[in-house]
């Protein structure tokens, strides 16, 4: 069993940035572990926002939603036991409830996730 905590969600207005943050506790090796961020808001599904393989020797690989390229990044600190993702010009329609996730597989989609963290909030308003 894997416990996920998210932290560094906030209000910041358009154009802003935040830096996410999931620590994990319990389970195997962090390493092992492929991630994934998730935003949802009230009344839509689950949307995928990144995501970041295990290991494969010192790299990872990392996917992004269109929305977010090349404005989120997803990065990992194994010795931390800690996943972050980096965001940057900030749009009110990032306003969501970040969850961090780890899954079965390197993936998109939400069902591949297995367990989740209890979400951070980010608002993007003036």
């Known amino acids: 069993q894997v416990q996920l905590q998210e932290s560094g969600g906030g209000l910041v207005q358009p154009g802003g940035s935040l830096r996410l943050s999931c620590a994990a506790s319990?389970?195997?090796?962090?390493?092992?572990?492929?991630m994934g961020w998730f935003r949802q808001v009230p009344g839509k599904e689950r949307e995928f926002v990144a995501s970041?393989?295990?290991?494969?020797?010192?790299?990872?690989?990392?996917d992004y939603a269109d929305s977010v390229k090349g404005r989120f990044t997803i990065s990992r600190d194994n010795a931390k036991n800690t996943m972050y993702l980096q965001m940057v010009s900030l749009k009110p329609e990032d306003t969501a409830l970040y969850y961090c996730?780890?899954?079965?597989?390197?993936?998109?989609?939400?069902?591949?996730?297995?367990?989740w963290g209890q979400g951070t909030q980010v608002t993007v308003s003036s």
């Open positions: 319990g389970g195997r090796t962090f390493s092992t572990y492929d």
């Open positions: 996730a780890v899954g079965r597989a390197y993936d998109t989609r939400a069902d591949a996730y297995l367990y």
């Open positions: 970041i393989s295990r290991n494969y020797g010192k790299t990872n690989l990392a």
